[in-house]
């Protein structure tokens, strides 16, 4: 199976670039596709999905937010962080769809 | 608007059975594989199974295999996942989504509360 880490926690001053990072533990691209999905999770609600194929932005999603990567190692940016974005982040793979995995998380936290 | 809407959770005892519901709208749910997520208290996502869109195959995470089993009804546009054997680490808020392998986890419910305890 393929694992997925995340720094547990991030801290970031408002207005800020901030960067979070997800290692796989073995490629999850296939041909020109990476197989890597960001989403952002607000306490007490359900995720959402951010990024998709590592830098597609999803539907409705600000430009602040964007990604990138290839193989093992992944980055999702937010630049300028807002308030709204105090959340915690977790990456996705679905290179060994129709199993899935998730990394641990990062939360974002303010400086 | 794509809506899924989970229903069932509630609190049960270790060894019990448990069936959640998903209703889904705004969109053709037959055209899509579907899969339920879960998350413990305080902890992270944990995918717990798929389904494709004809039901025809299905695919679950080890610790749940033979024990739980995801459904659907193509004319209810509805998923289940129906619980059995319940243990104690199965206590989680369950999610409902629509997935594609090439864009991710698109359409997430509310989620559904269940608690396994004695």
């Known amino acids: 199976d393929i694992v997925l880490t995340q720094s547990p926690a991030l801290a970031v001053s408002l207005g800020q670039r901030a960067t979070i990072s997800c290692r796989a533990s073995q490629s999850v691209s296939i041909s020109r596709y990476n197989l890597m999905h960001w989403y952002q999770q607000k306490p007490g609600q359900q995720p959402k999905l951010l990024i998709y194929?590592?830098?597609n932005l999803a539907s409705g999603i600000p430009a602040r937010f964007s990604g990138s990567g290839s193989g093992t190692d992944f980055t999702l940016t937010i630049n300028p962080v807002q308030a709204d974005d105090i959340a915690t982040y977790y990456c996705?793979?679905?290179?060994?769809?129709?199993?899935?995995?998730f990394g641990g998380g990062t939360k974002l936290e303010l400086k | 608007e794509v809506q899924l809407v989970e229903s069932g959770g509630g609190l049960v005892q270790p060894g019990r059975s448990l069936k959640l519901s998903c209703a889904a709208s705004?969109?053709?749910?037959?055209?899509?594989?579907m899969a339920w997520v879960r998350q413990a208290p305080t902890k992270g996502l944990e995918w717990v199974a798929s389904i494709t869109n004809s039901g025809g195959s299905t695919y679950y995470r080890d610790s749940v295999k033979g024990r739980f089993t995801i459904s659907r009804d193509n004319a209810k546009s509805t998923l289940y996942l129906q619980m059995d054997s319940l243990r104690s680490e199965d206590t989680a808020t369950y999610y409902c989504?629509?997935?594609?392998?090439?864009?991710?986890?698109?359409?997430w419910g509310q989620g559904a509360s269940v608690t396994v305890s004695s």
């Open positions: 194929r590592a830098s």
């Open positions: 705004g969109f053709t749910f037959s055209n899509y594989y």
């Open positions: 996705q793979q679905s290179r060994e769809s129709p199993t899935w995995t």
């Open positions: 989504t629509r997935e594609t392998s090439y864009m991710g986890m698109d359409a």
